[in-house]
């Protein structure tokens, strides 16, 4: 398998970190595709944890190259920091980091701009991570947004940024009743990032294409979940890049035809952050009781996440869009104490079962889940290495799983450690 997608099945937060580590393991290449720092991919290797939110997750790998690619908004403070983390880690990144000369740039207007459309919005607010990506997306559709290529000229990268302010500018002050922002300070700093992220900066494109030549192994890591795509997720509640497989294609410049395989990573439950609806979401003390086991806390924001029952209309959907050839199901020890599990097979509406995922949200929020119900295992299950070690009862919750998101299962996580994960 030379190229393979991995990406979210559900609202975000799977544990795709953990498996693109995982199977990074056997790859050359990762390439992060779509999305900025409003991503956080947790790896967890003995006693230590990493969040990744623009390096992609194989970076560990020593022999790993790693490749932000053209779809991503790249905020250079994020991405210097995390440099520098991976620098004091010892973790060697000389020619193993590259970035795409195509990628737009996070500016800290964006941030400002992200936050104060929140907090103007009213019950219409999303629940951003406030890290500027919608805006950094608004300004790439308008033909207005400044990229990693325009670093390299710094005349030019001081006009865009002093034009983009002024329009900026316009909007702070007309629509938000806000402080206008400095140009000056923003110029100085971004003329300061060619020098400092110069070394990594490529036609990550056309590297892909020699590397695809030479029949490397190349993973694609998906950030956020299918269900917040742009296009297909449940809009307006979503980010603003694609998140489906699709976007991994237009996002690193590999066409759709050179992808081999589609990984789905999904929980054993579901969970979502911000706002939209969730129609399996957990009564209170349930969901309280799966968050906490669960450490369902945002890994960018600290946000705790909405929490509920796996819904296979989600993950079906989200398979059927993504052209998902294998489901790697996460977190299943979460569920190890619970008497009885149930999975939403189908949603009603008006009395009637809806044959396809509403685009339409009202009808998202009044739909009755179907629920399946089945017996817990009430065992531990982080230690097992094996399928056939599994309870039986957990078994079974594979299996239905299997069959209602139309989907094999190949790879079973039971916990965060790269050790505690069951190929079956
Ligand atoms: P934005 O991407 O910051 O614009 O946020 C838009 C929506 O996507 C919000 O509901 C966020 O909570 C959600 N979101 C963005 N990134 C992630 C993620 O990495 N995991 C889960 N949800 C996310």
Redesign the pocket.
């Known amino acids: 398998m030379s190229v393979t997608v991995i990406i979210g099945a559900q609202?975000?937060?799977e544990g795709k970190g953990k498996v693109v580590d995982l199977l990074s393991e056997k790859a050359d290449i990762v390439v992060r595709v779509q999305?900025g720092a409003?991503?956080?991919h947790t790896v967890i290797v003995g006693e230590e944890k990493y969040i990744f939110h623009l390096i992609p997750s194989g970076i560990l790998h020593k022999k790993v190259e790693c490749i932000i690619g053209n779809g991503v908004v790249l905020d250079p403070v994020s991405l210097l920091e995390e440099i520098s983390v991976l620098k004091k880690l010892g973790i060697n990144l000389n020619g193993r980091l590259h970035i795409s000369n195509r990628a737009h740039l996070v500016m800290p207007y964006h941030k400002t701009l992200?936050q104060l459309r929140e907090q103007h919005a009213g019950n219409g607010k999303?629940?951003?991570?406030?890290?500027g990506?919608?805006p950094a997306y608004m300004d790439k559709a308008a033909r207005a947004g400044i990229r990693v290529v325009d670093l390299l000229k710094p005349k030019k990268l001081k006009e865009k940024i002093i034009a983009n302010i002024e329009f900026v500018n316009k909007m702070l002050n007309g629509v938000y009743n806000a402080p206008e922002i400095e140009a000056a300070q923003i110029v100085k700093q971004y003329l300061r990032f060619d020098k400092e992220m110069d070394e990594y900066i490529t036609d990550t494109g056309a590297y892909l294409q020699q590397a695809l030549k030479d029949r490397k192994k190349i993973i694609m890591e998906g950030?956020?979940?299918a269900l917040?795509d742009l296009d297909l997720g449940t809009y307006p509640?979503?980010?603003?890049s694609n998140t489906t497989a699709g976007g991994a294609a237009t996002g690193s410049g590999i066409g759709p035809t050179k992808i081999d395989h589609v990984i789905g990573v999904a929980k054993a439950y579901t969970t979502r952050?911000?706002?939209?609806p969730l129609p399996t979401e957990f009564p209170t003390e349930l969901g309280n009781k799966v968050r906490d086991k669960g450490g369902e806390f945002g890994a960018?924001t600290g946000r705790p996440r909405r929490c509920g029952w796996f819904d296979a209309v989600v993950v079906r959907y989200a398979c059927q869009m993504s052209g998902v050839d294998e489901v790697v199901i996460t977190k299943l020890d979460i569920l190890d104490d619970l008497d009885e599990i149930k999975i939403c097979s189908d949603y009603r509406h008006n009395g009637k079962l809806l044959k396809y995922f509403p685009a339409d949200l009202e009808i998202l929020s009044e739909a009755k889940p179907v629920y399946i119900k089945l017996k817990g295992w009430k065992t531990d299950t982080s230690g097992i290495k094996h399928f056939a070690d599994l309870p039986k009862n957990a078994k079974s919750y594979i299996k239905h799983l299997e069959k209602f998101t139309g989907t094999p299962i190949k790879i079973i996580s039971v916990g965060a450690e790269r050790t505690q994960t069951i190929k079956k």
Request: zero cysteines; hydrophobic letters at 30%.
């Open positions: 609202w975000g937060d999305g409003n991503a956080g992200d999303i629940g951003t991570t406030g890290r990506i919608g950030a956020q979940g917040l509640y979503v980010t603003s952050v911000g706002s939209g960018t």
